[in-house]
Structure formats: structure tokens, C-alpha cells
């Protein structure tokens, strides 16, 4: 089956994963995982992509971003893909590719969905056992998004800020977003989206993507998902 194009329209927030190629590992230490950021960082800024959210996991690393530039964010994942492959190879003596092929991404709908992707992602260290608390976890944006620490990677979206008019009610507003269960169908929901590269939101909002890019977002089921949160792996 051929290929879908990219859709990427600039100011629509995506979720994007990136896997190691045949799940290998693409960070051994936290100086491989501190070195990729600082390149997000330097990558984010230069192709105008506000990041959300993010975890860094062993084998893979999912992002919550929105373009501010057209291809904004293929340019910035191809750009730092390549620079992080040539560290990586250099650092453990190894040649040949590291991630499984492109990235995967999915657009998202805020008013809807994009506080769910928040957690989808900085829950992930807990759904893979890693830790019992997302706080314990440091390659996450969960303490700057629930704990308050400073972080320039990180641009808050206006949905998040209007968890509260100060900086201590939103992150307590946040936190109390993880005491409830993470739907599984809103699980699968995520990951067929991401894969396909399709997007996730109400009926309405897959109308609009389709009207605004030609492009067809009927593979998935459409809907609101359910008002929980919870645990499954990844």
C-alpha cells in the first residue's frame, strides 16, 4: 500500500512517535537522552514547532507539538534524526540506520483530545513499569507540566494555560487530570490514529481536516471519546 502524504496544517497540535529500528534501544545513558533534547530544542526553534509534551523512552520518544511553519515538523524531526543518528553511531562504534523508518503522527484536536495526548505521553514510563509515578521519571515533561520546573523546551499550549490564571492553580488543575483512569478504547484510538497518520477528534473536527487537506480521516472511528483515564502498555 503506498505510502499517505504528510498532513500538517500550521496551528493544529500533533502527536509524533519515533521508534528505534526493530524496537532497539536508541538511548543507552542520560547523556544520549539530554543530547537529543538539547538538539529538540535547537531544532523546535529553528522550524517555529511549539513542543507540548514529551517522554523519552529506551527504544522510542513521543512528542505533543504544533507547527508554527509550513512542514514544520518534518523538517525538524528530519533534521534531528539525522544529526542524533551520526552521535549515536559515533558514540557506540556502530554504523547503519537507527529509527524504523519515518516518523509516525496524528493530528489532534484540542478541545477535545489534546490534554488526554498530555497524559498518553507522560504516562508512559508508568503503563511500561517503569516507575510508579510519573514524577520519578526525569525524561518527561511531566514535572514542567505538573510540577512546575523550568524548562525552555517546553511552550505551554493555551489550553493548558487556561487550566488556571496562575501558575500554581494550573499545575494543581493538571495533576488533578491524573487521578482519573485512561480509557483503553482511548488507547487504541490513539495508537491506529498515530499509525495511520490520520487524525483523532469529533466528527466535526476529522470534517474539517478533510475539507481544509483533501485528504480522507474516515479510516478510524469518529467521536468523543470517554470522560476516563488509565493504564495499558505504551
Known amino acids: 500500500m503506498a505510502r499517505l502524504p504528510r498532513i500538517c496544517p500550521v496551528g493544529v497540535p500533533q502527536h509524533v512517535i519515533q521508534r528505534g529500528n526493530n524496537h532497539q534501544a ?9 543530547t537529543y533534547a538539547s538538539w529538540l ?11 507540548h509534551a514529551w517522554v523519552f523512552m529506551t527504544n522510542h520518544v513521543h512528542l505533543l507539538c504544533t507547527p508554527r511553519l509550513v512542514n514544520g515538523i518534518s523538517l525538524m524531526m528530519q533534521a534531528l534524526g539525522r544529526q542524533y543518528v551520526r552521535y549515536f553511531n559515533v558514540r557506540y562504534k556502530r554504523t547503519g540506520t537507527l ?9 489532534v484536536q484540542e478541545e477535545s483530545y489534546l490534554l488526554r495526548l498530555y497524559l498518553y505521553i507522560e504516562l508512559n514510563p ?19 507540566n505538573a510540577l512546575g520546573k523550568v524548562s525552555d523546551l517546553c511552550t505551554p499550549h493555551p489550553l493548558y494555560l487556561s487550566l488556571g490564571q496562575s501558575k500554581l492553580t494550573r499545575l494543581g488543575s493538571y495533576q488533578q487530570l491524573f487521578n482519573t483512569q485512561f480509557d483503553g478504547k482511548l488507547l487504541t484510538d490513539i495508537r491506529v490514529a498515530t499509525k495511520r497518520g490520520t487524525a483523532i477528534g469529533t466528527k466535526g473536527f476529522l470534517d474539517e481536516i478533510e475539507h481544509r487537506t483533501g485528504c480522507k480521516m474516515t479510516q478510524m472511528k469518529r467521536g468523543r471519546p470517554k470522560n476516563k483515564f488509565g493504564s495499558d502498555q505504551n
Open 41 to 51: 530544542k535547537e531544532y523546535s526553534m529553528k522550524f517555529s514547532v511549539d513542543i
Open 26 to 34: 536508541c538511548f543507552a545513558c542520560d547523556q544520549d537522552m539530554a
Open 126 to 144: 508508568v503503563r511500561a513499569n517503569m516507575v510508579d509515578d510519573p514524577a520519578k521519571y526525569l525524561w518527561s515533561s511531566y514535572q514542567i
Open 99 to 107: 529509527w524504523e523508518g519515518r516518523y509516525k503522527s496524528c493530528l
